[in-house]
């Protein structure tokens, strides 16, 4: 038994002496931790053992922690032989929680409870993330001058939003009258997660700056921009 400790009402006590046999003890949960992935939901089973005299036993789990006293009841599903089934998912409680098992004889009497602890671990997804303030520039360019590209990756972090280090984006160019998006730069995101990148004018056109994502981030793309390039004839 994980941290329970068997408790016996005065019936239950005095019952004793006559050899009645109240037991009850959870035996086992499982699995412990709970861990649950993101968008799914895990079944942990929970096993408790009891005497002969006791008719019906009660199952229920809350937090053990008292600032969430108030947490919605989670449905035990009943099993045959004093086995319940309880799912999990993203939206509960991580951390230390608490099984009560209540035993109660023939007349409806509680005679016995146990309680034991166990824990929920929820698996962080890939965190967002947003390019912002992406920019292609100057906005008209003489054909075979520079276009400069900027911006800055952002991840959701609890606190916020926040720079992205070390990462590589890539920017994209779709030429006026196509629907093909052509690589035409990349950068590594600085400490602060801003990236600069450059290329070539040639012809009027969209661009726009991707993130790929990796295994712990998302991967996202920024607002689009556009550049209009002009030839020696272009006056205005």
């Known amino acids: 038994m994980v941290g329970g400790a068997m408790l016996v009402s005065g019936a239950g006590a005095a019952s004793a002496a006559t050899k009645a046999d109240t037991r009850l003890y959870i035996r086992d949960i499982s699995p412990n931790p709970v861990v649950v992935q993101p968008g799914s939901e895990t079944t942990a089973y929970f096993n408790v053992g009891a005497g002969r005299d006791v008719e019906r036993v009660e199952l229920s789990v809350a937090p053990a922690s008292q600032n969430f006293r108030t947490f919605r009841a989670k449905d035990a599903k009943d099993l045959e032989g004093w086995r ?3 799912g999990f998912n993203e939206n509960d409680y991580e951390g230390k929680w608490k099984a009560t098992a209540v035993a109660f004889d023939e007349d409806g009497k509680e005679v016995a409870t146990d309680s034991a602890f166990f824990s929920v671990d929820i698996e962080e997804g890939k965190a967002a993330t947003v390019i912002s303030r992406f920019d292609a520039g100057p906005s008209k360019v003489r054909k075979g001058k520079s276009i400069y590209f900027s911006g800055t990756l952002l991840e959701k972090e609890r606190r916020g939003w926040d720079g992205v280090r070390g990462e590589r984006v ?13 690589w035409v730069a990349s950068d590594y995101t600085d400490r602060r997660g801003k990236f600069y990148a450059k290329t070539k004018a040639y012809k009027s056109g969209t661009f726009r700056a991707v993130y790929n994502g990796d295994s712990e ?20």
Do not use: C, F, M
Not at 171 to 176: G, I, K, L, R, S
């Open 217 to 236: 981030l998302e991967g996202t793309k920024s607002r689009t921009d556009y550049v209009r390039v002009y030839g020696p004839w272009w006056r205005r």
């Open 170 to 182: 890539h920017v994209y160019y779709q030429a006026n009258g196509s629907s093909a998006w052509k």
């Open 84 to 86: 319940w089934a309880i």
